[in-house]
């Protein structure tokens, strides 16, 4: 496994290593827009008219337009009022969570992600999300708090397993409960230009607020966290030091971000055309976990990996959850896939599965 550690080269569909190819069903570029010519050709455009990196804060008084200009765009795609960019995930999550837990007290459920963590890992009043929901809601109408924070990842990618919230509906309408929900995984690679949780019965809660943080460096191919909430929320987080005084991602690639909306739809498309093809060709499969519209495979066959190395198909593998653990295998779609190697894939599997 560990000549594969010091590749100098994408992690694109094939990876070449001492003269062998191997397909790549691994990482999280599902869009694979990281290779993605019409999108690198923006990136270098980006290059070209705003320089490499920007060393200046946000709070800065000579500021880059392409920044406001991609917050407004990335809002109104996603459905919110508005939205902050970061310069990654972990710290638009860590802005966020910081900021928003000043006049809040703070529910946490399991397995939430370490970048939205305060002060070392969190307690969760239940062990499994779906049950946390429930008894999340007895907690909150039972607390003598006003103000609510509930902090969850969206989607397991690991699982798989997307989270359904909906049965939040059921908090007392005296509470102004905030849900902040990590979505890197999910967020415009599940649903089109969406997020992957279930929340759609919240929005005629008035009582209950979604806000979102999510690394784009996943799907959306692009080295930059982002936070989406309302205005009121956003200009809180806005307020954080972090923000205010953090240097932001390269311009170049928030402005292919901006203006690549029609090279993302298209991945999309392309992505959960692949992802039906091998759904359809695994779903008697023993062993393989996945979710709905969710380009990853889980097996807990520790043996797994070094079977599709044979044939050389390469995945991602890791002890989880602990270091300790018997290796997750994680066999990741992408947009990148052609139909040959989605074939290939699904032979190999049903040799070595059934």
Not at 27 to 35: M, N, Q, S
Request: one cysteine or more; glycine letters at 6%; aromatic letters at 10%.
């Amino acid at each position: 496994m560990d000549i594969f550690r010091r590749l100098h080269q994408p992690t694109n569909r094939i990876i070449s290593l001492e003269q062998e190819d191997y397909l790549f069903f691994g990482g999280t570029a599902y869009l694979g827009l990281l290779v993605n010519e019409d999108y690198r050709r923006l990136v270098v455009e980006g290059l070209y008219k705003y320089g490499i990196n920007n060393g200046t804060s946000r709070s800065n008084n000579v500021q880059l337009g392409i920044y406001d200009e991609a917050e407004e765009l990335l809002a109104k795609r996603f459905g919110f009022a508005q939205s902050a960019l970061f310069s990654s995930g972990y710290l638009a999550a860590q802005a966020a969570v910081r900021q928003l837990s000043l006049s809040r007290e703070v529910f946490y459920a399991p397995h939430t992600h370490p970048a939205l963590w305060i002060d070392g890992r969190p307690q969760a009043l239940k062990e499994n999300v779906t049950e946390w929901t429930e008894a999340v809601v007895d907690a909150v109408n039972a607390s003598p708090s006003e103000y609510i924070l509930l902090i969850a990842n969206a989607i397991d990618n690991l699982k798989p397993e997307r989270y359904d919230f909906n049965v939040l509906k059921h908090i007392r309408e005296d509470k102004k409960v905030l849900l902040l929900l990590d979505d890197s995984h999910g967020l415009g690679v599940v649903r089109k230009n969406a997020l992957s949780a279930g929340v759609q019965e919240l929005k005629g809660c008035h009582h209950i607020e979604v806000a979102v943080v999510a690394s784009l460096a996943k799907g959306l191919g692009t080295d930059a966290g982002i936070v989406l909430a309302s205005t009121e929320v956003v200009d809180e987080v806005k307020r954080s030091p972090i923000f205010m005084g953090a240097s932001p991602s390269s311009p170049a690639f928030i402005y292919a971000l901006a203006k690549g909306e029609s090279i993302y739809e298209q991945a999309f498309d392309r992505l959960h055309n692949n992802i039906a093809y091998v759904c359809e060709d695994v779903a008697a499969l023993e062993g393989l976990s996945y979710a709905e519209d969710f380009p990853v495979f889980t097996s807990t066959d520790s043996q797994l990996y070094a079977k599709l190395l044979q044939h050389r198909i390469l995945v991602s593998s890791f002890p989880y959850p602990l270091p300790t653990s018997e290796p997750l295998n994680r066999i990741v779609i992408s947009a990148l896939h052609e139909p040959q190697d989605l074939q290939r894939l699904t032979e190999v599997l049903h040799s070595v599965l059934e």
